[in-house]
C-alpha cells in the first residue's frame, strides 16, 4: 500500500493541473484579423463547416469608435441575416452560437440606403477549439479594393 506522501504528493499534482486549466484562455477566436469588409449592406448568412445554415445564431452590430451594440437579431431557419437602418460607418459584426467559437469581422458600411445584399458574409462557425472566421466570395479574405 503506498504511503501517505504519495497521495499528498498526487494531490497536490491534481491541483496544480485544476489551476492551470483554469489559467488557459478560453477566449473566443477568428481567424480575421486586420481586414476590414466594405460593404453596402450588412447582410449574409452563418453556416457550420459542412456549409450548412445555423439557426438562432446571435448576430450583433458594434460602432467600432464606440463599442455600442447599435443592432442585434438572431439568424433565420437557413442562417441568413440582414440589417438595415443603420448609418455609413465602422463596425463589427459579432456572431455568436452555443457550443461554436465566436467570429468576428471588421466591416464598414458605405451607404446606408441600399436594398439588395449584393456582398453577403458568410460567417463559417467552428466548434470549441475550432477557428470561426467571416469570408466573402469564397475566400476568407476580400478583394484588396474591399480592404482597408
Do not use: H
Not at 460607418?89 to 458605405?110: H, S
Amino acid at each position: 500500500m503506498p504511503s501517505v506522501s504519495v497521495f499528498r504528493v498526487l494531490r497536490l499534482l491534481i491541483s496544480v493541473g485544476v489551476v492551470c486549466l483554469f489559467a488557459l484562455d478560453f477566449s473566443a477566436t477568428t481567424c480575421v484579423s486586420d481586414k476590414r469588409f466594405k460593404v453596402k449592406k450588412i447582410c449574409g448568412s452563418v453556416v457550420d463547416a459542412q456549409m450548412s445554415g445555423m439557426s438562432d445564431a446571435t448576430i450583433q452590430i458594434i460602432d467600432e469608435v464606440t463599442n455600442e451594440n447599435k443592432a442585434e437579431g438572431k439568424s433565420s431557419d437557413g442562417g441568413s441575416f440582414s440589417f438595415e437602418g443603420l448609418p455609413p460607418g465602422k463596425y463589427v459584426l459579432k456572431v455568436n452560437q452555443r457550443g461554436f467559437w465566436e467570429a468576428w469581422q471588421p466591416i464598414e458600411l458605405t451607404e446606408s440606403s441600399a436594398s439588395k445584399c449584393g456582398k453577403p458574409v458568410k460567417v463559417v462557425m467552428s466548434p470549441a477549439g475550432g477557428c470561426s472566421f467571416v469570408q466573402r466570395n469564397g475566400n476568407p479574405y476580400s478583394r484588396k479594393e474591399d480592404q482597408k
